[in-house]
Structures are given as structure tokens and as C-alpha cells.
């Protein structure tokens, strides 16, 4: 029922810029987030957001680079990513919950993924 499918993802060169999009079908959540996994690395947080426009959360890492949004009418969930470093380079996967969370383990729905590779 519930699907989440992400788009965008590609080859860039560092300083480029890319804009990540999740589909959601068969439901709304509480939180939306993307979290990513580089090669050799654990699947870490990116960004999330509350459904609403409130309440938005950032890793350290992409803090002032990337900027998270959702489109309620077309159920989608957007990453604007700027500023893009080599050390970006990661699967992209985005994800839905019912709790504000850092943590890949308290998410419910997961999409497969979609990979940025940032060239220096």
C-alpha cells in the first residue's frame, strides 16, 4: 500500500547542485526524512520534517547546503542539495514515520534509494 519512490539522483561535479524527490502513495505521515548510506559507511540522517511546515531538522554535515520541503497537494517530499562535496557521495533513501527521529530504526517506510556520486 504505502510506496515511496525517489528521483533525481545523478553525477555531479563538486559545487554543483541536485534536487532529490520522494513520491509517496497510500498515505501521510508524521515525519518525512532522507537519510543516505556511502560505500563502506551505516545509513546516516540527512534531513526530516514534519508533514506541516514546522519543525525541520538537519545533520551538522549539510546544515546551510541542503534544504528540505513537501508538496502536500502532490505528496512529495523534496531534497535541494547545494553546495554538493565529493564526500556526498552516497545512496539517498528517504523515509516515513510516525515520531520526530535521527534514527534510521525508528522509520517505517522506506524508499530503495537513489544515488548522488559528486566528482571532484
Known amino acids: 500500500q504505502v510506496q515511496l519512490v525517489e528521483s533525481g539522483g545523478g553525477l555531479v561535479q563538486a559545487g554543483g547542485s541536485l534536487r532529490l524527490a520522494c513520491a509517496v502513495s497510500?498515505?501521510?505521515?508524521?515525519?518525512y526524512g532522507w537519510f543516505r548510506q556511502a560505500p563502506g559507511k551505516e545509513r546516516e540522517f540527512v534531513a526530516s520534517?514534519?508533514?506541516?511546515?514546522?519543525?525541520?531538522y538537519y545533520a551538522d554535515s549539510v546544515k546551510g547546503r541542503f534544504t528540505i520541503s513537501r508538496d502536500s497537494a502532490k505528496n512529495t517530499v523534496y531534497l535541494q542539495m547545494n553546495s554538493l562535496k565529493p564526500e556526498d557521495t552516497a545512496v539517498y533513501y528517504c523515509?516515513?514515520?510516525?515520531?520526530?527521529?535521527?534514527?534510521?530504526?525508528?522509520?517505517?517506510?522506506w524508499g530503495k534509494g537513489t544515488l548522488v556520486t559528486v566528482s571532484s
Open positions: 520534517r514534519r508533514r506541516s511546515n514546522t519543525g525541520t
Open positions: 497510500g498515505g501521510t505521515f508524521l515525519t
Open positions: 523515509a516515513a514515520g510516525a515520531v520526530v527521529t535521527r534514527q534510521p530504526n525508528d522509520m517505517l517506510y
